[in-house]
């Protein structure tokens, strides 16, 4: 990684950018929490499940408690980790992802009771097995697991750690190899990224900033990706952006499976 990518991310700060992407469940967060209760439900049980760059955030895996019994989160940054073994530890400092876990049990067609809620916080937080480091540059992303998973759910994690689209290619290359041949994943990634420029984004100084160095792609250039990082059947849906502020026009949600 480039030193003025290095130091994007060293200002990264996991509780701004949660607060920013997941104040609340506006309509482009519902739309991913029913996408992963359609892609869940449709899934047969499944031994491993893992998500690649998961940043500070668990709503992905909501709705794989069902279906997979051992759930391995990951990220780059220490900072975004450390939330993750927060919320697991159920610290009373972590962030509060219930409405998360409401929505999604209502995405599922299940009663999102206090109970039920609750029950679906404790089961994830004893499915997940390791919360590790891992960087989608290497060959071997996530150094130290040798074994690959059945499942891979990667969401705004390779788009969002370049703006190259030939490294881009790279890091989605390098990210498929933690998944079995024949294996199912589920991957987003933000459509037409418009964040600026990187040194103007350094130079406003803000430590706050929620620049990331993004790809501009459509869902043309992800189906091609995909394919040429070994997908066998890629099918996305998009959705688009819910609020003015947004620099980019909306998610990109695709499902494929891993050539045999
Ligand atoms: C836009 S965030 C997405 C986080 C989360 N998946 C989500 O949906 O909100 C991008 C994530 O990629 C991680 N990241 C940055 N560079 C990376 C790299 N080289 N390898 C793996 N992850 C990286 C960051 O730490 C950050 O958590």
Known sequence: MS?????????FNARTYLQEYYGDVGPENLAYLQF?????????PQATLLDFGSGPTIYSVISAVPKVE??????????????????QRNDPQSFDWTPF?????????????????????????????????CDAALNQPLPG????????VSNSCADAATNDRTVWQQYLNNILTCLKPGGTLILSAVKGADFGDVNEALSESNPDSQ???????????????????????????TVA????????QGLMMATARKAP
């Open 3 to 11: 030193n003025t990518l290095a130091s994007i991310w060293a200002s």
């Open 36 to 44: 992963f209760a359609r892609q869940f439900a449709a899934l047969s």
């Open 70 to 87: 051992r759930i391995v989160l990951s990220d780059y940054l220490a900072a975004n980790r450390e939330e993750l073994t927060l919320w």
């Open 101 to 133: 876990v409401e929505a999604a049990l209502a995405a599922e067609g299940l009663a999102p009771t206090p109970a039920a809620i609750a029950q679906r916080v404790a089961e994830l937080q004893q499915k997940i097995v390791a919360i590790r480091f």
């Open 145 to 152: 697991w040798a074994e690959p998973f059945d499942v891979l």
């Open 211 to 237: 620049y990331f160095p993004t790809v501009n792609i459509a869902e043309t250039e992800l189906q091609a990706a995909l394919i040429a990082a070994g997908c066998a059947t890629v099918a996305i849906e």
């Open 241 to 248: 952006a819910d609020r003015p502020t947004r620099k980019y």
